[in-house]
């Protein structure tokens, strides 16, 4: 950890550039400053007295029974919410981070696989302090690493060390990892699919509709590089896939419609039909902070009790 580092405080760095944050020492020091600047900023929120507690309450719900209601809750925040029995408040966590070679890709100083690393820690980090059960698994064509799940304190360095040490693997076959993860989550709980998505979306679809079939609340962060989003070259250049190493000349001005259209196209199945499945798709532009994806985890798992 360097000097710089040790003196920077987390509510320093949550709007920070990721590429800089990526700077920042180890992954755990990472994680905390993105999750300790989270809590902070919802400290300072309408919520006010209630970030910290957010584990342990849910949305009153008809039928709940009225004397469940924490009335000091509602003082601060004007909802009702109601304390969560024992076996409402812990969940099992799987987070599924794609280090394919694809994910080698970055344009602005940080790649899709740093920026997926950075968000599976912080989510752990979180997880963690919610003492939920968090488990990793890194993947390419076939499973990588696995940390199986567990919500033990002590549990959380395994994940981070993991993450620490993370290297590209080779070519990208999201389905295959999906299905026989699936068919290994034994209960209810919520999977977290941190890729880019480079594969087949018929393939993607399928493999993450096995996970709700058995039971799962899925959230996929979808992550692309700015210029992957933009296509903002200029000058005719040699465009090489990071994974199967071919090539290809191309003026950027004669295809980036066409680039653009194929993308979006891409994006919107992706969201109508995962939508239809009743999975929370999210692109992430990895220059977006990573407290954004955070905020839509925590969303996800309101609901997955």
């Given at each position: ?16 550039d990721p590429a800089i944050?990526?700077?920042?020492g180890s992954v755990e ?94 989510l752990a980090y979180l ?179």
């Amino acid at each position: 950890m360097n000097a710089h580092a040790t003196r920077t405080r987390p509510s320093e760095l949550r709007f920070l550039d990721p590429a800089i944050l990526a700077r920042l020492g180890s992954v755990e020091l990472r994680a905390r400053a993105v999750v300790e600047g989270l809590l902070s900023g919802l400290h300072r929120s309408p919520l006010k007295g209630f970030s910290v507690e957010f584990a342990e309450y849910r949305q009153y719900l008809p039928g709940d029974d009225l004397s469940s209601i924490d009335w000091k809750v509602y003082a601060r925040t004007d909802r009702y919410w109601v304390k969560k029995f024992e076996e409402e408040t812990n969940l099992d966590c799987h987070l599924l981070l794609d280090a394919s070679g694809s994910m080698g890709y970055g344009s602005r100083g940080v790649t899709k696989l740093e920026y997926g690393s950075m968000l599976a820690a912080s989510l752990a980090y979180l997880m963690n302090r919610q003492r939920d059960a968090v488990s990793l698994t890194t993947f390419d064509e076939a499973i990588l690493t696995m940390v199986p799940a567990s919500a033990r304190p002590s549990h959380l360095r395994s994940i981070l060390v993991t993450l620490d040490r993370i290297a590209l693997g080779r070519r990208t076959d999201v389905s295959k990892p999906l299905h026989r993860l699936a068919d290994g989550i034994g209960k209810h709980g919520l999977v977290v699919l941190i890729s880019d998505l480079l594969d087949e979306p018929e393939r993607v679809v399928d493999g993450l509709r096995h996970f709700r079939f058995r039971g799962s609340e899925v959230i996929v962060f979808h992550l692309l590089d700015p210029a992957e989003l933009t296509f903002p070259f200029e000058r005719a250049a040699r465009f090489r896939d990071m994974e199967l190493g071919d090539e290809v000349m191309a003026v950027p001005s004669a295809v980036r419609r066409e680039y653009l259209d194929a993308l979006r196209a891409a994006l919107d199945r992706y969201r109508r039909e995962l939508g239809s499945e009743g999975i929370d798709y999210r692109v992430l532009d990895t220059s977006t902070p990573l407290e954004f994806a955070l905020v839509s985890y925590l969303s996800t798992r309101g609901r997955a009790r």
